[in-house]
Structure formats: structure tokens, C-alpha cells
């Protein structure tokens, strides 16, 4: 039952991802005036929001196919499932902490939430070992 919780839920959150892909290329806009990624404290000098806007899409798309993956792995019972969900919370974290434009307001419009999230996965399968699924 556990195992078909968490393959859903690392689903869910890499799925969550291809809604931020969606305000990063103008599909449409999560929330009126929302404008993420553009500003990232990180790459707004060296970058256009164009450029920004693209590079963000990729990381996003990259994040969710790796969340996807890992919940499927945890649903087929593969052995490597554990490392991909681990290697995309880090992954995931850094794309929203780079993009980040640097203001403390609305910390979750700008993948605030998804990092608690990542924190709270990286703390379940890594300092508490949970859980432990028999194959």
C-alpha cells in the first residue's frame, strides 16, 4: 500500500513540474502576474528572460521525467528507484533555487513549496532510511 503511495505521490510531484514548465514558456500563467522565471538572481546578467525562460523549460521537462521515472521504478519494484527520486529532490531544489529572482514575497510562486517538498523527501529516504520496501 506504502509503495503505491509514494510511486503516486513522486508521480504527482514531477507532474507539478510540467506546470511550472508551462508558466516558464507562456503557455499560461499560474497565477495572474506571476512572472517566474524571469529576474533568476543567477543568470538575469548573463542571460535574457528568453534564454532564462528556455533553459528553465528544459530543467523542468528533465525534473519530471526523472520524478516520473522514479515513481514507476517504485512501482515496478526496481532497485533504482531510490537513487533517481534522491538524485531529482537535489536536482529540482537547485533549478528553483537558481531561478529564484531573489525577493522573499511570494516564496511560493517562485518553487518555495516544491523545495519543502524536496527537503521533506531527501529527510524520508535519506535520514530516516524510510521507507523499506521488500521486492
Known sequence: MFRILFGVFFILHGLVHLLYLGQSSRYFELQSGMIWPDGSWA???LFGNGMIRNTASILLIIAAIGFVTGGT???LK???WQ???VGMAIFSSVIYILFWDGATQSLDNK????ILINLAILA???LFQWPI???
Open 111 to 114: 518553487g518555495g513549496i516544491g
Open 78 to 80: 526496481q532497485s533504482w
Open 43 to 45: 543568470f538575469s546578467r
Open 133 to 135: 520496501f521488500e521486492s
Open 73 to 75: 521504478g517504485l512501482f
Open 83 to 85: 537513487p533517481i527520486v
Open 124 to 126: 524520508i529516504l535519506l
